[in-house]
C-alpha cells in the first residue's frame, strides 16, 4: 500500500487533451479482509479512480483522524467540484482549494491527476497500465466501501 507523497518536482509531463473529468470512484480497503493488525484500526486506506473519456488516473490514500469509520461519501464529496473540468482546470482547482481541502484530498487528487497524464504519454498499446480484471476483483473483495460520482 502506498503512502500519499507530495507531488513537487515533477518530470516535464506532456500537455493532454481539453477531455473532461467525467467520474469518479473512491474505495476505503476493508481491513479485516486485508488482514490487517490491529494498531491500523484507525488508519483509513484507500483508491480514488479519475476518469476522462480516454483514460483514468489512480492514486491511494492513507491517513488517521482519530476515528475507526470514515463517513466516506462526505470525506470525499469535495472531488465532485472537479466533474466537468480539464485535468489543467482541476489540478488549478486542488491548488485553490488545497487549505479547504486539507493535504490528504489535495494530494490525492493532485497524483491521481498526474496519474492520468503520465499514463496518456504511455503508448496506448501499453499493457502496463491497463485496468485487469483481477485488480476490479481485488477492489470489490477488499473494499469496505465504495463511492462514485
Known sequence: MQN???VSAQPHIPSVSSTCVGSLEIYLYDHQR?????SCGMLHCGLLRISLADGSGWAEYE????LRRLDLVRWASVFQRLKGLTVQQALEYVHV???NWGHTRAQLAIEALHNYMIRQSESADSLLYRQPLT?????SDYAQAYYSF
Not at 485488480?135 to 477492489?139: A, G, N, S, V
Open 63 to 66: 491517513f488517521s483522524d482519530g
Open 97 to 99: 482549494h488545497r487549505q
Open 135 to 139: 485488480e476490479r476483483q481485488f477492489l
Open 34 to 38: 486485508l488482514s490487517l493488525p490491529d
Open 4 to 6: 500519499v507523497v507530495a
